[in-house]
C-alpha cells in the first residue's frame, strides 16, 4: 500500500520489450537506501514487483493488463517517473490509501496558472468520473492530490509549488495521458451495497404486508 506521497523523481534507462510485456531500468536513489528483490515500488502510481538493483537503479517486470491500463506503455529511455515506496506499518500517512493498481488513464485538458498554483483540467471516461467527488482524493501518476471541481467529464486540481516542483507534474502539458486511480473505498462501498440497490426482477414478492403485521401483534 502506498499514500501518494512522492519521494522522488526517477529516470527510465532502458526498456527491453516482449510481445506484451515489458522490463524497465530505472534509475533513483533515495528508495534504493533499503531496496530488496520483491519489494513493491509505485512508478507514475503502479505498483511493481523489484526483481533486480544496484546501487543506482533498479528492474522492474511490467505485464500486459498493466500497458494496457496505464501510461507506462508510452515511456522511453530518459522519460522521468514518479517513485514511492510502499507504505512501512507506523509510518505517516501523508496522502490517502493508494493501491497501485491503476484504474485508467485520463487526459490533461488545460493548465491555467493562479498566483502560486496551477490548475490541471483532466478528462477521463465515465467508470472512472463516477469514483471521482469534490472535495474526494485521487491519484494522478501516483500523487495524492484533493478533487476541486467535478462533473460528469472532467475534474480540477490545485498543484502546489512543493508538489510540481518533487514529481513530474512540473514536466506535463495538455494533451499527455496521466495515471489516475480512484479512492478504493467508494468501489468497496459500492460493490457491498449492489446486491440491495436493485433486487433481481425474478425475486419473489414477499407475502409479509401490513395487514399480516397488525394481525400478528407488530
Known sequence: MFTGIVEEIGQ???IKKGAFSAQLAIEAREILSD??????????????????????????????????????????PGSFVNLERAMK????????????????TGNIISLKK???A???????????????????????DGISLTVAETDEQRFKVSVIPHTAENTILSLKKAGDT????????????????????????????????????IENGF
Not at 47 to 75: I, P, Q, W, Y
Not at 89 to 104: C, E, N, T, Y
Not at 118 to 140: D, F, H, L, N, Q
Open 178 to 213: 496521466v495515471n489516475l486511480e480512484n479512492d478504493c473505498i467508494g468501489k468497496y462501498i459500492e460493490k457491498l451495497i449492489a446486491p440491495y440497490a436493485d433486487p433481481p426482477d425474478d425475486t419473489p414478492e414477499s407475502s409479509i404486508t401490513k395487514e399480516f403485521l
Open 114 to 116: 493562479d498566483d502560486n
Open 12 to 14: 527510465v534507462r532502458s
Open 35 to 76: 531496496v530488496k528483490n520483491g519489494d513493491s515500488i509505485a512508478v507514475n502510481g503502479v505498483c511493481l514487483t523489484v526483481t533486480s538493483f544496484s546501487s543506482k537503479r533498479f528492474t522492474a517486470d511490467v505485464m500486459h493488463e498493466t500497458l494496457n491500463r496505464s501510461n507506462l506503455g508510452l515511456l522511453s
Open 118 to 140: 496551477v490548475w490541471y483540467t483532466i478528462s477521463a471516461r465515465p467508470k472512472i468520473m463516477r469514483y471521482i467527488i469534490e472535495k474526494g482524493s485521487i491519484a494522478i
Open 89 to 104: 506499518a507506523g509510518g505517516r500517512f501523508g496522502g490517502h490509501i493508494v493501491s497501485g493498481h491503476i484504474d485508467g
